[in-house]
């Protein structure tokens, strides 16, 4: 037989079915949309690294800056304690010679006072810029939002503000009590002070492996262009205090490995102001008990009365 013979023997290919097209046209759209979606998670998830890596470098650019103010202003401050405490000495002897005259000694005491202050603002830009390190041991929540609430009550009943709080679940958690009562507090002065006469809001809450605890008031709130800067040192927008509170309250949430953030809260929610939201790691937190007020706050904290 020839090879020309063998070709023409040879079956001829049998065609494609247009079902099997049909099926290999799906196929191979399926593969293509499952690449396009694993395109898509990964881009989703290069965008979401690269905003991280970029808040991770402000944030790392912040610290820089804020260590380099931090070691300056000590120094400065503790230049100016040492003849700060001579002006205090010659203010009160000046104000004791001075008994019999009245205006004198009305001199000498607004020396003293302003000295005061100034040794506040001191005492304020060393706490800021020293070493914070918690020392860290068993403590229950509703311990630390019933002492804070003690420290700013006189406040908060001197401007009639009223003061709920509310705590969704008490537990007992690893942390430095001193330092944290002293963060919320500050937060509490603050809410005081925009509120005026009207109401400040706490409420604490355990949200997956964090605490969550949120200081709100029913001030005015924020200007949306001073949010970004509301915890740089030396930044207030009062006529009278050092701008180192919020600052002071950032640095000790970081120091036990948590986190601080401030928003205005949106239409229809209250109280309407700034809401100051402070999330702590909980480790092994255990229970303490659950319910809308926890027993351990009743008597210390005043559950929405007036303070």
């Not at 905003?51 to 804020?66: M, P, T, V």
């Not at 605490?211 to 924020?222: K, N, Q, R, T, Y």
């Amino acid at each position: 037989m020839t090879a020309a013979s063998t070709l023409l023997a040879a079956p001829a290919a049998e065609p494609i079915s247009q079902t099997q097209l049909a099926g290999a046209i799906a196929a191979y759209t399926q593969i293509t949309q499952r690449l396009q979606e694993s395109h898509d998670r990964l881009a989703r998830e290069v965008a979401r690294l690269r905003a991280e890596l970029e808040s991770k470098n402000r944030e790392l650019e912040r610290r820089s800056r804020l260590a380099a103010l931090g070691q300056m202003a000590a120094g400065m401050a503790h230049e100016i304690r040492n003849p700060l405490g001579g002006i205090a000495l010659y203010a009160s002897l000046l104000a004791s010679r001075l008994m019999q005259d009245a205006e004198g000694a009305a001199i000498a005491t607004r020396i003293a006072t302003g000295v005061d202050r100034l040794n506040a603002l001191v005492n304020d830009i060393l706490a800021f810029a020293g070493e914070i390190q918690p020392q860290k041991r068993p403590i229950l929540l509703s311990a630390v939002l019933g002492e804070a609430h003690e420290l700013a009550r006189g406040r908060l009943e001197a401007a009639g503000t009223r003061l709920s709080i509310r705590c969704e679940c008490d537990v007992e958690f690893q942390g430095d009590a001193h330092l944290l009562v002293r963060a919320i507090a500050n937060l509490l002065f603050n809410a005081c002070d925009a509120a005026g006469e009207g109401v400040v809001a706490i409420t604490a809450a355990q949200v997956g492996g964090e605490l969550e605890i949120s200081v709100a008031d029913s001030g005015p709130g924020v200007p949306a262009e001073l949010l970004d800067r509301i915890f740089n040192p030396f930044f207030t927008t009062k006529d009278r205090g050092t701008g180192l509170g919020l600052a002071i309250v950032h640095r000790i949430v970081e120091s036990h490995g948590g986190r601080i953030a401030v928003r205005n809260a949106p239409d229809g929610q209250e109280p309407g102001g700034a809401h100051f939201v402070i999330r702590l790691p909980t480790g092994a937190a255990q229970g303490a008990g659950t319910g809308n007020e926890s027993a351990g706050l009743g008597a210390a904290a005043g559950f929405s009365a007036g303070a």
